[in-house]
């Protein structure tokens, strides 16, 4: 099963896609995580990428779409994935829809995480981060045992830098340019889904298995 997860940066779609990949069996892959990486390991990829990330911009398609087609092209990728943060472009979702055609494959699902922006803002501000494995909480939702230390490998937790308020704005922006036309280019495919975001996190899971099945 191949599934892209939609929604305003914030609404949750992460943290959906990682129970998704954990139900189904299916790699979790998201772009966000694979610059970020990219970041700690100083490559070039990273430092070309943080430019943008740390302003709020996107990454553009040429290098995002070329990260992204060599990771679903890797094994474990071979019996479906859930997308990420990917596409978050017209140009990016054509791209990808063209690679798999070449397969005879095409995407099952996009689902849709929707939360209005004013849910959004106040969301992001108590998101928190561990650099060192990814893991990520919320201080009111999903608080870690310790406050500001990450349960899994026992590292600080940050507020990354694209979650700061100012930041966030800009993603938002960007978000309703960019990424919002995806949700009319896959209602066209007959394959978007669309959850109501601002339900607990076990309710939208289990809004979104009701429709994978
Ligand atoms: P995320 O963790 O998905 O919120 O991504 C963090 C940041 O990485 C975004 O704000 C973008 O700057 C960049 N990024 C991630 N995925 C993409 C994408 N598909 N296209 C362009 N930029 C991306």
Same mark, same amino acid.
């Given at each position: 099963?191949?599934?892209?997860?939609?929604?305003a940066p914030g609404a949750g779609k992460g943290t959906q896609a990682k129970m998704?990949?954990?139900?189904?069996?299916?790699?979790?892959?998201?772009?966000?995580?694979?610059?970020?990486?990219?970041? &700690?390991?100083?490559?070039?990829?990273?430092?070309?990428?943080?430019?943008?990330?740390?302003?709020? $911009?996107?990454?553009?398609?040429?290098? @995002?779409? &070329?990260?992204?087609?060599?990771?679903?092209?890797?094994?474990?990728?071979?019996?479906?994935?859930?997308?990420?943060?990917?596409?978050?472009?017209?140009?990016?979702?054509?791209?990808?829809?063209?690679?798999?055609?070449?397969?005879?494959?095409?995407?099952? /699902?996009?689902?849709?995480?929707?939360?209005?922006?004013?849910?959004?803002?106040?969301?992001?501000?108590?998101?928190?981060?561990?650099?060192?494995?990814?893991?990520? /909480?919320?201080?009111?939702?999903?608080?870690?045992?310790?406050?500001?230390?990450?349960?899994?490998?026992?590292?600080?937790?940050?507020?990354?830098?694209?979650?700061?308020?100012? @930041?966030?704005?800009?993603? $938002?922006?960007?978000?309703?340019?960019? @990424?919002?036309?995806?949700?009319?280019?896959? @209602?066209q495919k007959g394959i978007l889904r669309t959850v109501d975001g601002t339900m607990?996190?076990?309710?939208?899971?289990?809004?979104?298995?009701?429709? $994978?099945?």
């Open positions: 099963m191949k599934i892209i997860m939609l929604g998704i990949a954990e139900k189904y069996g299916i790699p979790h892959v998201s772009t966000g995580d694979i610059f970020r990486a990219n970041i &700690k390991n100083g490559t070039a990829l990273g430092k070309e990428a943080k430019q943008y990330m740390d302003q709020g $911009l996107l990454v553009p398609d040429e290098l @995002t779409v &070329k990260i992204l087609l060599d990771r679903v092209a890797q094994e474990d990728c071979a019996g479906g994935y859930v997308l990420d943060g990917f596409p978050r472009t017209i140009p990016q979702a054509q791209v990808l829809d063209e690679a798999l055609g070449k397969q005879n494959e095409s995407i099952d /699902y996009a689902v849709d995480v929707d939360v209005p922006d004013e849910n959004i803002v106040k969301r992001m501000s108590g998101r928190r981060a561990c650099l060192k494995c990814g893991a990520t /909480y919320h201080v009111e939702h999903i608080p870690p045992k310790q406050e500001g230390i990450c349960d899994s490998c026992g590292s600080d937790l940050v507020l990354r830098d694209d979650d700061k308020p100012e @930041t966030v704005q800009n993603r $938002l922006k960007v978000y309703h340019e960019q @990424t919002q036309p995806l949700i009319e280019y896959y @209602t607990d996190m076990e309710e939208v899971f289990r809004a979104i298995v009701a429709i $994978l099945g």
